[in-house]
């Protein structure tokens, strides 16, 4: 069963880098987020496959949850920072 899960850890991994190209080609801001949001829910399902490896589940899911609520307010600041800058109109001098 250990080798199952060793299987799917690397398996989430594999599929992380895939993720962290787009992360770095993305064309836009948008989906650079996204990803980078994608790659940190796969993490919490690292964290909580590690648990069940070392056979401590409880406090692996402890600590998943904890970054999972940093995950998503990190994910949430990000995107009203970009709504927010996105909307800026910066006024070069009205012409009179």
Known sequence: MITFFYGVGL???LNMLLVFVRAIKGPTVI???LS???IGTKCINLIIIAGL???RLDMFVDIAIGYGLLNYIAA???AK???HK???VVD???SS
Do not use: C, E, P, S
């Open 36 to 38: 980078i949001n994608v």
């Open 76 to 78: 949430v600041t990000a």
């Open 86 to 88: 996105k909307t800026i």
């Open 81 to 83: 920072f970009y709504h």
């Open 92 to 94: 070069r001098g009205a």
């Open 11 to 13: 398996f989430l991994i």
């Open 31 to 33: 989906d650079r987020l």
């Open 53 to 55: 490896i070392f056979g």
